[in-house]
């Protein structure tokens, strides 16, 4: 689902009403492609999955799940999988309590995709409940697969450096400050986290 392209440029040109630094940075790089993602369960266990690997490993890993589990999709082949198939798949013991818990928390009905809390705050904590899931990977699935356009991943290693670029600060400011520098851009945080991350591919000169 994700932030259409479209409601990214009317976010982003909002943001540059409030804030001149991101007026002058969207006329640099230009407007973000969107970046989506699919809602549920699957999106979630490939977030577990890919933890603390690279991209490539994550796939590799990924396809040998698919395989152990007779379909990765169906939290209930993960909940049948062995724990000896899973890490011959390449999944660590904490994975596999991970994915575990995940696919516990859909079958159970605890976990309900479709019925996530309408404010972010407690959407949020309502999936960091599941073990294995953090903040980040809550926003992260909250902003790309929901859409949900104020959600900000401030924890993000890369939305503070580049945030801090594009505002010219002398060095890269703390989630803290991040946060509460932000604040001033509701209900526009999405796109400017969405922003950040295309600025810093970019690489756009300062000028």
């Known amino acids: ?16 009403a ?10 640099r790089v230009g407007v973000p492609e969107e970046r989506t993602g699919e809602r549920g369960y699957v999106t979630l266990l490939r977030a577990i999955v890919g933890q603390q690997v ?88 909250l902003l790309f697969a929901e859409g949900r356009p104020d959600v900000f991943p401030a924890g993000d290693l890369a939305v503070q450096i580049e945030i801090g670029v594009i505002m010219g600060m002398d060095a890269k400011p703390t989630e803290k400050a991040i946060r509460a520098l932000a604040e001033a851009w509701r209900p526009h945080r999405g796109a400017a986290a969405v922003f950040a991350w295309h600025h810093r591919r970019a690489g756009a000169p300062i000028v």
């Open 1 to 16: 689902m994700g932030i259409s392209r479209e409601d990214l440029e009317t976010s982003l040109l909002a943001l540059g």
């Open 18 to 27: 409030i804030e001149p630094a991101f007026a002058a940075a969207l006329a």
């Open 54 to 141: 690279s991209v490539k490993a994550a796939a590799a890993i990924w396809a040998r799940v698919e395989a152990a589990t007779g379909g990765a999709a169906d939290p209930a082949n993960m909940a049948r999988t062995s724990d000896e198939d899973l890490r011959a798949a390449g999944l660590s013991r904490q994975k596999i309590a991970y994915a575990k818990s995940l696919a516990d928390e859909v079958l159970s009905g605890r976990l309900d995709f479709d019925n996530l809390p309408a404010d972010d705050e407690e959407a949020i904590a309502h999936l960091t409940a599941v073990k294995g899931i953090g903040r980040w990977t809550a926003e992260i699935y």
